[in-house]
């Protein structure tokens, strides 16, 4: 694995010790710690395994893989490599014993390859089968008595061909911790059951899919690909198309002559099926599109049609890890709805067009509206789902063609607040270090971050250091969500009063002795001020304020004060109030002040919303700041730019997207153009947000679907989703990495880069990008931060983090291990902050405060997600949480329809009562996009005072019941109200107790389904 020590930024490969073991008598170099299976494939020597996987470790629960070592027979998957291991690997003890295991794994699987959608080169039962050339049947096949289970929307559980290795149990265990599935051992035919043996729609399973990437044969498979792999599949057993019977009749037929004949011929058919369906199938890796989260995987297509999604254990972010969205939330790509033909609206109404006129309308009305009002009358908000070389391409269009800094991107709607909080305390406005920090950090302090529905990736991290490896979580939050239901301590401030404990907490730990002081003398500037900044932050004021018990802050500080590691993780719930920045500030300010940025296990870990958030404001698209946060006010490196862009560049200061509004307003902001932005519904507050684009002389809109912000547009351009095209994404611990085209452009769409370069054409420029790579070697060579980047080192799996400055050097997995911060005289910073009343305050009208944000299922509004049938089955429609006790008191129940009235508007939206939130604290999820059900209709335009971010958390209501009966907007069956069961894992040892197991090579007993 190449490694990267903080800012030295240069790759180095992990020197892993060499040593020698000896291999039925023959000397053999392997690396030390390694399992045996792993370290003797390295080896070039074969050691068959069905249960171990390399991201699981070792299960033991399939008996295959039996080694003699020191003369004892062992399972190899369990052995760790050590100098002088002598391991006995083709004895015929050994044999025996795995020759034993795999009948028995036989014996519970029926193998009718040709015809089963796992036969695709990479089944690894049907591998280790004929790798360990296992002749034929010799304990006959019996089916489980079970029915298969089809009640997921996207995957199915097959018990007849599961063969209870446990991968599955483990990745929902240990890897996931979702803590739903286990194998229960005690019935006469084992089986993997879910929860307490329900069906699983009706069980705690997120449709994370993390059990189906590691199933190794049929028995767990997305439904997409079921009946669609192979020419012969819709005959499988598993069929969802009707022929399960036929098939089956098939299948038996094959199964008489295999008693005569063996596996052999049969496994001859199915290794030429599967090497047919390799021409057909295409394997394309890309990067998810959804949070920041980057997991990286391969797509499994066949012409325009998904098969499934398969994550890899190389994938740098995520390994074999995923959501329900990035497994399963794909039905946009081929939507009915996608946008694929330009639009001009003609006399009030939308036509299609072709992208010729497009370019020539825009180019004429931008022209003309520059000419008239000057090029500030145009701003331009690029979009946080597209690719890095898209955002440069856009601030490059604003700034170098039309020529104002009217450009910004929807970082300003969550993330601003966190990267002016980090650029004011340790210089880098981006996460400190890498999700591996996360994991090996001893305490978690997640402040307004649902990080189980938000990044649920990264949040498996966590959860897994705290069941695996002790970690300790404190979370603070309005919400029981997952994290706070699992936290060793959940506190509950009061909304907008994260600032004051914080400030709290750090004043204790200073006045008592425990800063690090070492560290701050040394390497901090600015502690004077910040320690008289905290002094009326005692905890009896804090108490006061923030509704919080002074226990509560004493454990906060104990804990901080045990940990010898702690990383402050935050989201939403801090940056989206009128003082974000300060308050993610607050929390820096404690990290410094503990020692907590710097070394491995530490920091401060803003949850980036977006796939590229990061990277699009990493590229330029921010109203000041060039790719590389370089300022565009500093001449030396204007002057690059406009030699490298043959122009001068404008110094004027530009807007940012709220102030955009309300320039449009003003009347000084005559046309807009937005990429991927459904501004209209996402943006706080609005209706004035929508009325403001009514009074634009001329509107574009570049989107794939036609969103509620294209109804307001003069012109609507088609572009293409991630899977369309090529080019970078940069993820939440500035993870660069390389997503490559899976389907060609739908229609008549076309990938964002194309069109912007198309337009600035159109426009009079003379750009010749012919592929991204092009467009990031331009910006690299420009931009100090990037410089190393090179699509040579991003390729497959590769992955650089920033800053990389050597050509295709990794990058920084942190960023200050050095103690060197990011200013000129490389010491960190403490920033004072104080605190400031919220605004939109609950008084005698307005007396319920609505908190807001997302949902697992869904990604934001919906726009995407909406169009993944199986995640609409799960979630159709918004709603409000609303708790026990104001359910009672304002007589409504689940189901019943209310309406919500902010200052600003009035929503209608059916109630989830629900614990998980509590008093006169209301919670609704954002998922929605009309007007009558979206939460932005209410919220305000009040905005962080530093970075003019929405304060979308900062929002008063009152509840009207307008029906107190109507149907429940969650399913009774909805996972989050089902209980889950936790267990240390597969518990092979049950297995091993039944009366039933002998362990190999001797036989099983007569009637054993084991
Ligand atoms: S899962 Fe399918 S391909 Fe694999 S061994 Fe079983 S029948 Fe054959
Ligand atoms: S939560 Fe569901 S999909 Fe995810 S691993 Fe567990 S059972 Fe499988
Ligand atoms: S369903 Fe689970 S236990 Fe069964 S074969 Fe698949 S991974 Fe193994
Ligand atoms: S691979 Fe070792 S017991 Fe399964």
Redesign the pocket.
């Known amino acids: 694995m190449a490694q990267t020590s903080g800012n030295q930024e240069t790759q180095m490969d992990d020197v892993a010790e060499r040593i020698e073991i000896t291999v039925d008598g023959r000397a053999v170099e392997v690396e030390t710690g390694q399992l045996l ?1 792993d370290a003797l494939e390295a080896a070039g020597l074969y050691l068959p ?4 996987h390399p991201s699981l470790g ?8 039996f080694v003699e070592v020191d003369g004892n027979l062992v ?4 052995v760790t490599v050590k100098p002088g291991l002598e391991v006995g690997l083709d004895t015929d003890t050994a044999e025996r014993a795995r020759r034993e295991g795999i009948d028995r794994v036989v014996s519970n699987h029926d193998l009718y390859c040709s015809v089963c959608d796992n036969n695709n080169g990479n089944c690894d039962v049907h591998n280790t089968v004929r790798d360990m050339q296992v002749p034929g049947q010799r304990y006959e096949f019996r089916g489980k008595p079970y029915e298969k289970d089809y009640s997921n929307p996207f995957y199915i559980y097959d018990p007849d061909q599961c063969i209870l ?1 446990g991968r599955c149990v483990e990745a929902c265990q240990n890897l996931q911790v979702n803590e739903t599935l286990s194998i229960d051992w005690d019935r006469d035919r084992p089986r993997v059951i879910w929860d307490d043996d329900v069906a699983i729609e009706d069980s705690s399973c997120v449709s994370c899919g993390h059990c189906v990437t590691v199933c190794p044969c049929n028995a767990l498979m997305e439904k997409t690909a079921i009946g669609r792999m192979g020419p012969m599949t819709a005959l499988s057993p598993q069929s969802l198309s009707g022929y399960r019977e036929l098939g089956r009749a098939a299948i038996d037929l094959v199964k008489t002559a295999e008693h005569t004949t063996g596996f052999g011929p049969i496994f001859a058919v199915s290794e030429v099926d599967a090497a047919m369906r390799e021409t057909e199938l295409k394997r394309t890796k890309t990067v998810c599109t959804y949070c920041g989260v980057g997991c990286s995987f391969e797509m499994w297509t066949r012409g325009r049609e998904l098969l499934k999604v398969q994550p890899q254990p190389e994938a740098p972010a995520n390994g074999v890890s995923t959501c329900i969205k990035g497994k399963f939330g794909w039905g946009h790509i081929n939507s009915e709805h996608r946008l694929t033909k330009p639009l001009i609206r003609d006399n009030g109404a939308f036509r299609e067009a072709e992208w010729d006129e497009a370019y020539a309308l825009i180019a004429r009305r931008f022209g003309e509206i520059r000419g008239e009002s000057g090029p500030d009358s145009l701003a331009f908000i690029a979009s946080s789902k597209c690719t890095n070389e898209e955002a440069y391409l856009m601030q490059k269009l604003a700034r170098a063609v039309i020529g104002t800094n009217n450009i910004d991107n929807c970082s300003r709607y969550c993330q601003a607040p966190a990267t002016e909080s980090l650029w004011r305390t340790v210089g880098f406005g981006a996460d400190t270090g890498s999700i591996a920090d996360l994991e090996a950090a001893e305490l978690l302090l997640i402040v307004g971050s649902n990080t189980a529905e938000s990044h649920p990736v990264i949040a498996t991290r966590m959860k897994r250091a705290a069941k695996l490896h002790g970690q300790k979580h404190i979370v603070a939050d309005l919400r029981v969500n997952e994290m706070a239901e699992r936290a060793d301590l959940h506190i509950r401030p009061e909304p907008g009063t994260d600032l004051i404990w914080l400030n709290a907490v750090a004043k204790y730990i200073l006045d008592n002795g425990h800063a690090d002081m070492d560290f701050i003398n040394d390497h901090v500037d600015c502690f004077e001020d910040y320690r008289d900044s905290l002094a009326k932050f005692t905890f009896e004021f804090a108490a006061e304020r923030t509704g919080l018990s002074q226990d509560e802050l004493q454990a906060i500080a104990d804990n901080i004060i045990a940990a010898k590691t702690v990383c402050g993780v935050w989201a939403m719930g801090v940056t989206q109030h009128t003082m974000g920045a300060d308050t993610a500030t607050a929390l820096c300010n404690l990290l410094v002040l503990t020692g907590n940025v710097e070394r491995f296990g530490t920091g401060g870990y803003p949850m980036r919303g977006h796939n590229n958030v990061q990277g699009t404001s990493d590229f330029g698209c921010m109203p000041d700041r060039l790719p590389g946060y370089d300022f565009i006010t500093d001449d030396g490196i204007r002057r690059q730019y406009e030699q490298a862009w043959g122009v001068d560049l404008t110094t004027r200061k530009g807007l940012n997207n709220h102030e955009m509004v309300n320039t449009i307003h003003d009347g000084d902001l005559r046309s807009l153009y937005v990429i991927g932005e459904d501004m209209g519904i996402v943006d706080s507050d609005a209706l004035h947000v929508q009325s403001a684009f009514e009074k634009l002389d001329f509107f574009v809109v570049q989107d794939i679907f036609f969103t509620r912000t294209c109804e307001f547009a003069d012109v609507v351009l088609p572009a293409s989703p991630s899977v369309e095209k090529e080019g970078t994404f940069t993820n939440t611990e500035r993870r660069i990495q390389r997503l490559y085209e899976v389907f060609p452009p739908l229609g008549d769409s076309r990938p964002d880069w194309r069109i912007i370069t198309e337009l600035a054409n159109a426009l009079g420029a003379d750009w010749r990008y012919d592929h991204p790579s092009e467009i990031m070697a331009e910006s690299t060579s420009l931009c100090d931060l990037m410089s190393g980047v090179t699509y040579e080192r991003l390729a497959g799996f590769g992955s650089q983090q920033w800053p990389v400055r050597e050509k295709g050097a990794s990058g920084a997995e942190r960023l200050y291990n050095d103690s060197t911060f990011h200013f000129k005289d490389g010491n960190a910073r403490f920033h004072p902050v104080d605190w400031t009343e919220p605004t939109d305050q609950v008084d005698a009208e307005y007396d319920l405060h609505l908190n807001n944000g997302r949902l697992l299922e869904h990604f934001h509004e919906g726009n995407l997600t909406d169009e993944t049938p199986g995640i609409v089955f799960k979630i159709s429609q918004a709603f409000v949480e609303v708790s026990p006790d104001l359910a009672a008191e304002r007589g409504v129940q689940p189901g019943s329809i209310v309406r919500l009235v902010s200052r600003r508007g009035a929503i209608k939206v059916a109630v989830e009562v629900t614990d998980r939130v509590s008093g006169h604290q209301l919670y609704m999820p954002m998922h929605g996009r009309a007007n009558s059900e979206a939460i932005n209709v209410l919220t305000s335009f009040e905005a962080d005072k530093d970075t003019d971010t929405p304060a979308y958390k900062e929002l008063a209501v009152r509840m009207e019941v307008l029906s107190a009966d109507g149907t429940p907007p969650l399913k009774a069956n909805n996972q989050r109200n089902q209980p889950r069961h936790p267990t240390s894992g597969v518990e092979v040892g049950r297995k091993w107790d039944r009366d039933d197991y002998r362990r190999p090579p001797k036989p099983r007993p007569t009637g054993s389904g084991l």
């Open positions: 299976p395994h069905l249960c171990y070792p299960l033991q629960t399939c008996d295959t893989c399972r190899g998957c369990g290795c």
